[in-house]
């Protein structure tokens, strides 16, 4: 423990030395999350940590989570220096929509507007008429339906059923998914639900539908933190990465938090809904990429350009 606080302080010295500020995501290591707030940087969901990256005046941007973030990071200031605390540190969903196939795909739909989700790479983000993240992808759809427009959607296909059906648009989806949310089983949901009859269901949109179906409120990480927070209820389940019941118990003291059931349910693993990219984002990790950091995330100038596009389209529109 003290080991920890005083790598907490040798960490804290050195974002400072470097001018830097550290922007974490929820699901990252609950030290991780901490050091963040304990140096003036931030934790939050994807747009927030887009916005926060944006508009803090440190000349170097850290990031605390997954690829697409730093990439975003980059994407929205291109003369900051950009560091990812870890390089391997990627998503299913980045993974598994390649940006030529993707091409391939918008081509054969040309009379769609392309929306795709912040979860993608740039070069992908570059051929999209509007980046989303979950929680803002419901109005921004909205918007376009309201327009008569139909939409290519991806990658995300649970994420996207969501909102084809919550807004009632013509969408064709990409077929991704999150390898931690698509875990979620409605089965053990019911159960837990059983026992708990008055816990509030908390479900992250990338959830199967079925999941979907049983939640009392479906956001982003933040968007689940803040109903944690003011609903008066006293138990909540937890439909996503397990990472965020450490907020959840430090911004809602008292309240019980209790994991929703995966798939890969053991006994020693109740629930097993934890990224192992975003597991990647321990001090160790941070401390080794202050030490050698390099010159950060670069992004080829027309993918950085394109891809600017949309994504500075989704944050005018959130602002
Ligand atoms: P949020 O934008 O809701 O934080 O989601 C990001 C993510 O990767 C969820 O798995
Ligand atoms: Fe990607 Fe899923 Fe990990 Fe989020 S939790 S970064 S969507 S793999």
């Known amino acids: 423990q003290n080991d920890k606080a005083a790598l907490k302080q040798v960490l804290a010295t050195e974002l400072k030395a470097q ?3 550290l922007v974490a995501h929820y699901y990252t290591d609950p030290d991780i999350q901490d050091l963040a707030l304990e140096t003036g940087g931030c934790v939050g969901d994807s747009l927030e940590m887009a916005r926060f990256g944006q508009e803090h005046k440190a000349s170097t941007v850290l990031v605390a989570g997954v690829g697409f973030m730093a990439e975003s990071a980059k994407i929205l200031s291109p003369e900051k220096r950009v560091l990812a605390v870890h390089d391997q540190a990627t998503c299913s969903l980045d993974l598994g929509c390649a940006p030529q196939d993707f091409k391939q795909f918008c081509a054969a739909h040309p009379d769609r507007e392309v929306v795709v989700y912040a979860n993608t790479s740039a070069a992908v983000k570059a051929q999209a008429d509007w980046v989303v993240t979950s929680s803002i992808a419901l109005d921004i759809v909205r918007h376009l339906h309201a ?3 139909k939409i290519v959607w991806a990658p995300d296909r649970h994420l996207g059923a969501y909102i084809q059906k919550q807004t009632g648009a013509d969408m064709l989806l990409w077929q ?5 949310h698509d875990e979620f089983k409605a089965d053990g949901l019911k159960a837990l639900m059983n026992e708990h009859p008055h816990a509030q269901v908390l479900v992250h949109p990338e959830s199967p539908a079925a999941v979907v179906a049983l939640a009392d409120v479906v956001g982003s990480t933040t968007q689940l933190l803040r109903a944690a927070v003011n609903h008066p209820a006293d138990t909540f389940i937890v439909a996503t990465d397990q ?3 450490h907020a959840m118990r430090q911004q809602a003291p008292g309240k019980t938090f209790l994991a929703a059931p995966t798939a890969g349910e053991s006994a020693t693993c109740k629930s097993c809904a934890y ?12 401390q080794q990429r202050l030490s050698e950091p390099g010159p950060g995330i670069q992004i080829e100038p ?12 989704m944050m005018d529109f959130a602002a």
Do not use: F, T, Y
Request: charged share 15%; hydrophobic share 45%; net charge positive.
């Open 19 to 21: 001018d830097a500020v």
């Open 147 to 149: 327009q008569g427009k």
């Open 176 to 180: 991704g998914s999150c390898l931690v």
């Open 243 to 245: 990472g965020i019941l």
């Open 275 to 286: 990224c192992p990219w975003m597991a990647l984002n321990s001090l160790q990790a941070l």
């Open 302 to 313: 027309a993918l950085q350009q394109g891809a600017r596009r949309s994504l500075q389209r």
